[in-house]
């Protein structure tokens, strides 16, 4: 019979062995930089940040963290002044505005611009990591208080996911319930859900479109599922993308959240464009 060993032993073991297994992993694959592929010195690169899988080159200033002044809704960043609405927010009557708020870690430009596209597009999975660690950052900063009730990654349809082999914007949060635990100690109200909410339609790839054929290429794109209707009825929804351009995925998402009676949808994506 085979042994059993509790959760919490198998863990610290595997703790304790991880530098090894770090170290030889390292000897076995030095690690090159995923942009130019220049082999990097990596003798204390911390896996969760961005110099463990860039040179300084490809780094450059580094990713733009998304900080004030934005616009307070859609997240849109200014180069200075204030935080206000943006021209495209102050002409949309509010009363159709749908999301809340869109907040974001970090601007789509540079590095980011260079890494997310290797993660989704050539699954450098690893990118995962620094990724995912920056988002719980901006989780914390906005939107703690109050917590929402569910965190919903945007599905992909069953072909989508199939030829990617994984939801880009799930494995940006699997580990969120952990990264609360081990930072408030205590399991967080919400949790991560998957399968309240679906894509139905297989879309177009959005890039190239503008907003009007973005819009109109994701018409009932997605559906709740009968079996989750009560849980989004009054649910505070926090919807999760990797990047935030047009917003019309989100928007559209929010739209049929909402038509089940979502109470609020916020949206917090990895990089705002
Ligand atoms: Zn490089
Ligand atoms: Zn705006």
Not at 84 to 94: G, W, Y
Not at 159 to 185: E, I, M, S
Request: proline letters at 8%; one cysteine or more; aromatic letters at 12%.
């Amino acid at each position: 019979m085979l042994p059993v060993f509790k959760k919490s032993f198998v863990r610290s073991v595997s703790r304790r062995f991880q530098p090894v297994s770090d170290l030889v992993q390292t000897l076995l694959f030095p690690p090159r930089c995923l942009k130019c592929g220049t082999y990097m010195d990596s003798g204390t690169a911390d896996p969760s940040a961005f110099s463990a899988y860039f040179c300084k080159s490809c780094l450059g200033s580094g990713p733009r963290p998304f900080e004030p002044p934005f616009c307070p809704w859609c997240g849109h960043v200014f180069d200075q002044g204030e935080n206000h609405l943006c021209e495209a927010c102050l002409k949309k009557n509010p009363r159709f505005r749908r999301i809340s708020r869109v907040r974001a870690s970090l601007v789509y430009s540079g590095v980011v611009k260079e890494a997310v596209p290797l993660f989704k597009y050539q699954s450098r999975l690893s990118l995962a990591r620094p990724f995912e660690r920056v988002l719980f950052r901006a989780f914390e900063t906005y939107f703690m208080e109050p917590e929402p009730d569910l965190v919903l990654p945007v599905p992909l349809h069953v072909r989508r996911l199939r030829q990617r082999g994984f939801n880009q914007a799930y494995f940006l949060v699997r580990h969120f319930p952990d990264l609360y635990f081990r930072k408030f100690h205590r399991n967080p109200s919400w949790q991560v859900d998957i399968a309240s909410l679906k894509r139905v339609v297989h879309t177009r790839p959005q890039t190239g479109l503008d907003e009007k054929s973005r819009r109109k290429n994701l018409r009932n794109a997605f559906q709740v599922s009968p079996k989750a209707q009560s849980r989004i009825k009054k649910a505070r929804v926090l919807l999760i993308d990797d990047v935030f351009t047009t917003g019309s995925t989100c928007r559209e998402a929010a739209r049929v959240l909402f038509r089940h009676g979502a109470d609020r949808v916020d949206v917090l994506v990895l990089a705002r464009a």
